[in-house]
């Protein structure tokens, strides 16, 4: 049965760009997965609750740069055997808010550029989900229902493992030490 989850904060629905950059405005909260229609596409169910922290500030060079994070534990299915199986999403925010495209074209290739019109608010919400849907891996697996024999899974594998070495860089230290024992 699906619980009802309970919100520690709730981030803002909107808010101005005019202000939060000012402002340096930082917000952190929760936001049920069932409010992230899209998202909700590629999941099993509703279940879940997104944290998100997102500060919002003016960087060196003078851009109006968006940093945080999000991170939710929710319901896939996995592509093998078709059945339920958790998935942690969990991605670093790093955007700089433009309002057209010639600004988008400016920004250096290791930045993202997110788009809000000159009177438009910015919405939270919608920030998150497009960084989780970004997380979201291209195949969903069980670990133990990776065929270690097949080339397709292989990639599912590698990045199972890239994801793991990346969050946990100590974890995949562990073991090369105890495989090399
Ligand atoms: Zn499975």
């Not at 909700?40 to 997102?54: F, H, I, K, P, Y």
């Not at 195949?139 to 990346?166: G, L, W, Y």
């Not at 969050?167 to 090369?176: D, T, W």
Request: proline share 6%.
């Amino acid at each position: 049965m699906a619980e009802t989850p309970i919100l520690k904060a709730s981030l803002p629905l909107t808010l101005d760009p005019q202000k939060v950059f000012r402002q340096r405005l930082q917000v952190n909260g929760q936001l049920p997965v069932a409010s992230l229609k899209r998202l909700g596409e590629s999941l099993l169910d509703e279940d879940g609750t997104v944290s998100a922290s997102l500060l919002f500030e003016v960087d060196m060079e003078r851009r109006l740069r968006i940093r945080g994070s999000a991170s939710a534990e929710v319901n896939v299915t996995c592509q093998r055997c078709l059945q339920p199986m958790k998935l942690q999403l969990e991605d670093k925010i790093d955007l700089v808010l433009v309002s057209t495209d010639a600004q988008s074209k400016a920004l250096p290739v290791n930045l993202d550029p997110w788009f809000c019109g000159e009177d438009e608010m910015l919405s939270p919400a919608d920030i998150i989900e497009e960084q989780l849907i970004l997380a979201m891996p291209i195949v969903s697996m069980h670990i133990r229902c990776i065929d270690v024999n097949s080339a397709q899974d292989e990639t599912v594998k590698n990045q199972i493992e890239s994801e793991t070495a990346r969050k946990n860089p100590f974890a995949v230290l562990a073991g090369l030490r105890s495989r090399s024992d």
